[in-house]
């Protein structure tokens, strides 16, 4: 099972020189790839009254794409999306985007994609929210051809390209493209066409019943890639028995998320993800 980490960008800031820190420790550390999660827009409570949204227009995010143009210049580990909010973005300029990290990072890249809960986003960026599942499969579709296809004709439903394609094409043909969710119908969407599977609960009961879905819908789960996510909120300890745990339920991946526990500065979370790191056994690494 590979280990990664959770980017903490809402708690990490803006400072390029503490994102450079914090990706040459993970590496040392052991970890094999970073994770970032995607907002383009935070809503303001103040004009949405009821607002119950998990993140606001004060919560920090980094946009994905430029943030692994960045981090592929200074580390080997693996980059990857959990969750790029794809309908909410024009298709081919996701294919082009997710095309040039992989290209940047010599094949060393996962797509994760997912349908997002923000309606205000949504609306500042143009896209209609209610069909965004329906549109995700299509995106999907036609991202395949145009990481795999020197020119493509494509016409959907939704999305519609007539003799064109990308230059450079990716190093990998096609990229990974992992899906998060846990509804019924994210699920049946994952079984037909993920390669990959970010699910939103711990190993239990719920897992067990979304692999049933799974495989009722037609999909072996063990043929999909399955990362976990783990916290360090209720310490060290408690986040390496979930690592085990996760491995245990048949997990390819697993990341461990040091936000939300009252880390103070950079070294805080690497402070964090050291005592997880040790408590599992990850090997350092000597980075040149």
Same mark, same amino acid.
């Given at each position: 099972?590979?280990? @990664?980490?959770? #980017?903490?960008?809402?708690?990490?800031?803006?400072?390029?020189v503490?994102?450079?820190? %914090?990706?040459?420790?993970?590496?040392?550390?052991?970890?094999?790839?970073?994770?970032?999660?995607?907002h383009?827009?935070?809503?303001?409570?103040?004009?949405?009254?009821g607002?119950?949204?998990?993140?606001?227009?004060?919560?920090?995010?980094?946009?994905?794409?430029?943030?692994f143009? %960045? $981090?592929?210049?200074?580390?080997?580990?693996? $980059?990857v999306?959990?969750v790029?909010?794809?309908p909410?973005?024009?298709?081919? $300029?996701?294919? &082009?985007?997710?095309? =040039?990290?992989?290209?940047l990072?010599?094949g060393? #890249?996962?797509?994760?994609?997912?349908? @997002?809960?923000?309606?205000?986003?949504?609306?500042?960026l143009? &896209?209609? #929210?209610?069909?965004?599942?329906?549109?995700?499969?299509?995106?999907?579709?036609?991202?395949?051809?145009?990481?795999?296809?020197?020119?493509?004709?494509?016409?959907?439903?939704?999305? =519609?390209?007539? @003799?064109?394609?990308?230059?450079?094409?990716?190093?990998?043909?096609?990229?990974?493209?992992?899906?998060?969710?846990?509804?019924?119908?994210?699920?049946?969407?994952?079984?037909?066409?993920a390669?990959?599977?970010?699910?939103?609960? =711990?190993?239990?009961?719920?897992?067990?019943?979304? &692999?049933?879905? $799974?495989?009722?819908?037609?999909?072996?789960?063990?043929?999909?890639?399955?990362? @976990?996510?783990?916290?360090?909120?209720?310490?060290?300890?408690?986040?390496?028995?979930?690592?085990?745990?996760?491995?245990?339920?048949?997990?390819?991946?697993?990341?461990?998320?040091?936000?939300? #526990?009252?880390?103070?500065?950079?070294?805080?979370?690497?402070?964090?993800?050291?005592?997880?790191a040790?408590?599992?056994?990850?090997?350092?690494?000597?980075?040149?």
């Amino acid at each position: 099972m590979q280990v @990664g980490v959770v #980017f903490p960008q809402t708690e990490i800031g803006a400072d390029p020189v503490v994102i450079r820190a %914090y990706a040459a420790a993970a590496e040392e550390l052991g970890y094999q790839h970073i994770l970032a999660y995607d907002h383009v827009l935070g809503a303001d409570p103040e004009h949405h009254p009821g607002w119950d949204g998990p993140y606001d227009v004060d919560s920090t995010f980094h946009e994905p794409f430029v943030l692994f143009g %960045y $981090l592929a210049a200074i580390t080997g580990l693996e $980059l990857v999306t959990s969750v790029i909010v794809a309908p909410q973005r024009q298709t081919a $300029l996701l294919a &082009k985007q997710a095309a =040039q990290v992989d290209i940047l990072t010599g094949g060393n #890249f996962r797509l994760g994609v997912g349908l @997002g809960w923000n309606k205000v986003e949504y609306d500042a960026l143009g &896209k209609d #929210f209610t069909n965004r599942g329906r549109r995700l499969t299509e995106q999907v579709e036609l991202m395949r051809q145009l990481w795999t296809q020197r020119t493509v004709t494509f016409t959907g439903r939704y999305e =519609q390209v007539t @003799g064109a394609g990308l230059a450079p094409l990716p190093v990998q043909r096609p990229i990974p493209v992992w899906i998060g969710g846990g509804s019924e119908p994210a699920l049946k969407r994952i079984a037909k066409i993920a390669d990959g599977w970010f699910p939103p609960y =711990q190993p239990g009961p719920k897992l067990s019943h979304a &692999k049933e879905v $799974l495989e009722a819908a037609g999909r072996d789960p063990k043929t999909l890639g399955m990362e @976990g996510r783990v916290g360090v909120t209720r310490g060290a300890e408690a986040a390496a028995e979930a690592v085990t745990n996760w491995g245990l339920a048949g997990a390819t991946h697993v990341t461990v998320n040091t936000m939300g #526990f009252g880390a103070v500065g950079v070294d805080s979370h690497i402070a964090a993800l050291a005592e997880v790191a040790h408590l599992i056994g990850l090997p350092t690494r000597e980075i040149s």
